[in-house]
């Protein structure tokens, strides 16, 4: 092999890693609930046999403090949605120490009011990520692909800044490739080669495919 060409893929493998670092730390911050599955697409493998009961653990989880009394409350249909119930929404989600057990619950219950909730919050921003993140933990309880593929592709579409384009290409990558779901030739199908956004996904691409050793292919 060429230096230059080791070069190149020995850079791919780094950016690559660091992108796997990036994902998982992200994985742990956000959803450390639903990490196993994830991780796992990661080339990770359990080795611990001693996992809690989750939904044992959702079942016993309470409100700990006024915000997460008011997110059970709309949850459960006895207050109207409003911007204060969104914004403790996300600041619970959000804060260093969230009750995940309990949003969990109700993730997995696919709760109509959750899912009002985090439709509200993409008619703002189809682009959100962090909502785009919620429905599709909503999709591993309660598979709802199509709609999934639909709100990837017209965030993809309407995403103009590259760097957000690649994060939000490899989201819609990690949150349907378990369905059997090829997001990048997809959005490859859309773009073409000659467009800018054409360019990012064969780079997303070569990144997979170098890691996995697969020769790399111009589709």
């Known amino acids: 092999m060429k230096k230059k060409e080791k070069n190149i893929v020995d850079e791919i493998i780094k950016i690559k890693n660091e992108m796997v670092t990036e994902r998982?730390?992200?994985?742990?911050?956000?959803?450390?609930?639903?990490?196993r599955t994830e991780l796992a697409m990661l080339g990770f493998e359990w080795l611990d046999e001693d996992y809690p009961n989750e939904v044992e653990e959702e079942s016993n989880a309470v409100p700990e403090n006024k915000d997460q009394e008011l997110l059970v409350a709309y949850f459960d249909g006895e207050v109207e949605f409003s911007d204060k119930v969104m914004q403790v929404f996300l600041r619970e989600k959000w804060s260093d120490k969230p009750n995940y057990a309990l949003l969990r619950r109700y993730f997995r219950q696919g709760n109509d009011h959750l899912k009002a909730l985090i439709y509200h919050g993409l008619a703002i921003d189809p682009t959100d990520d962090g909502f785009l993140n919620d429905l599709s933990l909503i999709h591993e309880f309660h598979p709802m692909l199509g709609e999934l593929i639909e709100r990837y592709i017209e965030a993809c579409g309407i995403q103009e800044d590259?760097?957000?384009?690649?994060?939000?290409?490899?989201?819609?990558?990690?949150?349907?490739?378990?369905?059997?779901?090829?997001?990048?030739?997809?959005?490859?199908?859309?773009?073409?080669?000659?467009?800018?956004?054409?360019?990012?996904?064969?780079?997303?691409?070569?990144?997979?495919?170098?890691?996995?050793?697969?020769?790399?292919?111009e589709h």
Do not use: H
């Open 24 to 35: 998982m730390n992200e994985i742990f911050r956000t959803r450390p609930d639903y990490d």
């Open 162 to 217: 590259l760097d957000s384009f690649s994060e939000l290409a490899q989201d819609f990558f990690y949150n349907t490739t378990l369905d059997g779901y090829e997001a990048y030739n997809a959005l490859k199908e859309i773009y073409g080669s000659d467009t800018p956004k054409g360019k990012v996904i064969d780079s997303l691409v070569y990144m997979e495919e170098a890691l996995n050793g697969q020769p790399y292919v």
